[in-house]
């Protein structure tokens, strides 16, 4: 998908409901935004999808729905305070802030353009004879490019893990790097940033009464760690899954809502005997993957990507990331935590937070495999994938364009459509209501008579309803409908009291957890 279409996309989503600028009357909040009525079903249905795959789905995984607001050592003992920080630079002549690490991002994707562009010149060369992977794998000016990349991302994971800005201003100077806003190079020193909201308690003056929003909801697992296991009497390895909101304040906020101040995470804490962490680790890697997949997203689309620049806390990462429409970026991440968490809340607690394992016959603090996924990311994934125009065929036997969301019947925010074929005709009308009443019991639908049935299924297609119920002579004859099926544009005709089956079959989240067995 190019830029070009996903600007279409954001205003696709605007267009017909699915997200909006926060408080857009006095010009939006930049990097904060609003569900709209479509927006909000697939949000749910994503957290669904994941809740299930993670709670229902594993008889040792349960959840949790902790504040936002924790107490202020929480962020001390996480490392929040100290070391959430995002490496900042401005540039004097601009007065632009950036981060610097996405600056030097930005130059590699640049030396990644240059690397396609020999890719699709070869392409058109070699006609069907081309192999890629063995272009790239051996064509000079790529590898070149290559290892220039594999430099600067060495580099710059080393420094920035050392907490060496002066030599990531130095790698940014060298590089040759420009603000992209005036072209200047004139750059201030890099420094870091924390990246927390904090707010103020109304009863405690000062440091004192500082609380920040929590920057992950991580943390409001850890601190329940042994009121979950205690009352629920799991036994290691378990998990312990929860989705919330969380609040960052990002230096850089572009690119719709990939990157938000205000977002959803979906995160599962998994509590292990310390030594197991890879082998749960690589679990966790590969179903996480696989729930991705379920959803039917091409492979092409997917990869996974280890990180360089590890966080304070872990000991092994890798991103799950997603080709947007601005390059593949992180979708996932799965950590390996170690016990850096609970060693740190039970220090600075003073209170145990140990298990006793009755295998080995010890206590200890257990090791976390985490997997952490943003809502809105997600969404986002779910969004580009479905977005499609396309050419159909029309009433007039001709052709017409479409723009339809492809999006997997089980998230799609409404599964059928009950349509009169003619608004006009009482019986046809009455009849349709009946379908609809029936049905509504059971799925979120909607009634629609207004305008020529042709331009019904276009609204239907906008918003990614993967089904549409014509009601139409024949149903008053014989209780059959036709049932449209949104991509393949086939249509069924089926009794009534099928319906429900019908739609069950094709609409239930269980067609996609089913995938994950
Ligand atoms: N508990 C670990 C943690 O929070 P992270 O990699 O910082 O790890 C996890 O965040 C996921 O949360 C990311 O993979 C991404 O999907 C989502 N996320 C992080 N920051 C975000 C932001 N500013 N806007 C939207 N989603 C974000």
Request: aromatic content about 12%; overall charge negative.
């Amino acid at each position: 998908m190019s830029e070009e279409l996903f600007k279409k996309l954001v205003s696709h989503a605007k267009k017909y409901g699915f997200i909006f600028q926060s408080s857009e009357i006095y010009d939006g909040l930049s990097a904060v935004y609003d569900y709209g009525p479509y927006g909000v079903e697939l949000k749910n249905n994503i957290k669904e999808y994941w809740w299930k795959s993670m709670v229902q789905m594993h008889d040792n995984i349960v959840g949790i729905d902790s504040a936002i607001f924790m107490h202020p050592k929480t962020w001390k003992a996480s490392g929040h305070v100290d070391a959430f920080n995002d490496p900042l630079i401005d540039n004097k002549d601009s007065k632009k802030r950036y981060r610097a690490d996405v600056l030097i991002e930005d130059h590699i994707a640049k030396i990644e353009g240059k690397i396609n562009k020999e890719v699709n010149k070869a392409k058109k060369r070699f006609g069907d004879d081309f192999d890629e992977e063995k272009f790239r794998a051996e064509h000079p000016r790529v590898q070149k490019y290559l290892t220039q990349i594999k430099e600067i991302q060495e580099r710059m994971g080393a420094s920035l893990s050392a907490g060496d800005l002066e030599d990531i201003k130095l790698l940014i100077e060298e590089l040759g790097i420009t603000d992209p806003a005036s072209g200047s190079r004139n750059w201030t020193e890099v420094r870091q940033f924390n990246l927390m909201f904090n707010t103020q308690l109304g009863n405690i003056s000062g440091e004192e009464g500082k609380l920040y929003l929590r920057p992950e909801t991580a943390q409001g697992i850890f601190v329940n760690f042994l009121n979950v296991q205690k009352t629920t009497r799991q036994k290691i390895p378990f998990g312990i899954a929860q989705i919330g909101k969380a609040f960052r304040n990002e230096i850089v906020a572009r690119q719709f809502i990939f990157r938000m101040r205000e977002f959803e995470q979906m995160e599962m804490q998994y509590f292990v005997q310390p030594g197991k962490e890879m082998e749960w680790f690589d679990y966790w890697k590969e179903h996480r993957m696989k729930w991705h997949k379920a959803l039917g997203t091409s492979d092409d689309k997917l990869r996974y990507h280890d990180h360089d620049n590890l966080a304070h806390y872990a000991n092994a990462a890798v991103d799950i990331e997603f080709k947007f429409p601005f390059g593949f970026k992180e979708l996932e991440g799965i950590h390996s935590r170690t016990d850096f968490d609970l060693s740190s809340h039970q220090e600075l607690s003073g209170k145990k937070l140990q298990y006793f394992d009755p295998e080995m016959n010890e206590n200890y603090v257990p090791y976390v495999v985490e997997t952490s996924i943003g809502v809105d990311r997600m969404f986002l994934a779910v969004m580009t994938n479905a977005y499609t125009e396309e050419m159909v065929p029309d009433a007039s036997g001709g052709e017409a364009e479409r723009v339809v969301l492809k999006i997997p019947a089980a998230l799609a925010p409404i599964k059928a459509a009950v349509l009169p074929l003619v608004k006009n005709k009482e019986e046809l009308t009455t009849k349709a209501k009946e379908v609809f009443d029936k049905l509504k019991l059971f799925f979120n639908i909607q009634y629609d008579e207004k305008d020529a049935i042709g331009r019904r299924y276009r609204r239907q297609d906008a918003i990614g309803t993967p089904f549409c119920i014509t009601i139409d002579f024949e149903t008053l004859d014989d209780n059959t409908v036709t049932v449209r099926e949104r991509d393949s544009l086939d249509q069924d005709r089926m009794h009534i009291d099928e319906l429900a089956h019908y739609l069950e079959k094709h609409t239930n989240i269980s067609t996609l957890l089913t995938k994950l067995i």
